[in-house]
């Protein structure tokens, strides 16, 4: 039989249980510091996509109102309110682009915590084969 200390499991079924239990927890650890892991790296790339962008959009939109600036300055004599309606239909028409674009996009983006997925997947066929189960 068992001494009662932890770690060491007795003969018979209750030390095959105790085993089974124990080898579960650390499968389960594994796995949630795996998730753990992706967690932390989806974070940084989102944290680094966002700085990004921000900076990027600041950087277009300052170029973006120099040049309407420029095309509005040039034609303020003669067709002031074509050039501001064209440069009003040139943002709209790259707004609208961009918005189509990214809906577009977004579901082709990879499901995060893909490999902790995988895992539990495999570990899932693993018991069915296992154990008989188909569920």
């Known amino acids: 039989m068992s001494d009662g200390?932890?770690?060491?499991?007795?003969?018979g079924l209750r030390g095959a249980l105790g085993q089974l239990g124990s080898s579960l927890v650390g499968?389960?650890?594994?796995?949630?510091?795996?998730?753990?892991?992706?967690l932390?790296?989806?974070r940084d790339r989102a944290i680094e996509?966002?700085?990004?962008?921000?900076?990027?959009a600041l950087a277009f939109a300052f170029a973006v109102l120099a040049a309407s600036a420029l095309v509005i300055v040039l034609f303020w004599d003669t067709h002031r309110i074509a050039a501001l309606l064209a440069m009003t239909i040139a943002y709209l028409?790259?707004?609208?682009?961009?918005?189509?674009r990214f809906s577009r996009r977004r579901p082709a983006d990879a499901p995060p915590?893909?490999?902790t997925l995988a895992e539990l997947e495999r570990?899932?066929?693993?018991?069915?084969?296992?154990?008989?189960?188909d569920r």
Do not use: S
């Open 5 to 11: 200390t932890p770690g060491r499991a007795g003969g």
């Open 27 to 38: 499968l389960l650890r594994t796995r949630l510091e795996l998730a753990a892991l992706e």
């Open 40 to 42: 932390n790296e989806e």
């Open 49 to 56: 996509a966002l700085i990004l962008v921000n900076i990027a």
């Open 93 to 100: 028409l790259v707004g609208i682009v961009a918005a189509w």
């Open 113 to 115: 915590f893909r490999g």
């Open 123 to 133: 570990d899932r066929a693993w018991l069915a084969d296992e154990f008989g189960g």
